[in-house]
């Protein structure tokens, strides 16, 4: 069973920076893009940041100078360090991987992590 499970959240003041993890377990074919999305309290989840197998990434405006993803193949593993963090960061964030099980499948599902709490204040 595929299982993502994130790190690395918490309280920063504005300006601070934190680093979001996300690995993936469990038996599996392949794996496409990882990324990340938020959900701020009354809003839509939204995309943040994604990365491809091949390295290429890609950025919500919102954090386009401020975040980067990246991500570890060997490891299975997603990261996002975000710089220069402000109040309007504070959402739950969520890691997903596009992924497929087996061959017998003919495309890939998302999955998602449980999230992981980012709050920004002074």
């Known amino acids: 069973q595929v299982q993502l499970v994130e790190s690395g959240g918490g309280l920063v003041h504005p300006g601070g920076s934190l680093r979001l993890s996300c690995a993936v377990s469990g038996s599996f074919y392949n794996m496409y893009d990882m990324g990340w999305y938020r959900q701020a309290p009354g809003k839509q989840r939204e995309l943040v940041a994604g990365?491809?197998?091949?390295?290429?990434?890609y950025y919500a405006d919102s954090g386009v100078g401020r975040f980067t993803i990246s991500r570890d193949n060997a490891k299975n593993t997603v990261y996002l360090q975000m710089n220069s963090l402000k109040p309007e960061d504070t959402a739950v964030y969520y890691c997903?991987?596009?992924?497929?099980?087996?061959?017998?499948?003919?495309?890939?599902?998302?999955?998602w992590g449980q999230g992981t709490q980012v709050t920004v204040s002074s």
């Open positions: 997903y991987a596009d992924i497929l099980l087996s061959t017998v499948y003919t495309s890939s599902s998302r999955y």
């Open positions: 990365a491809t197998s091949g390295g290429s990434t």
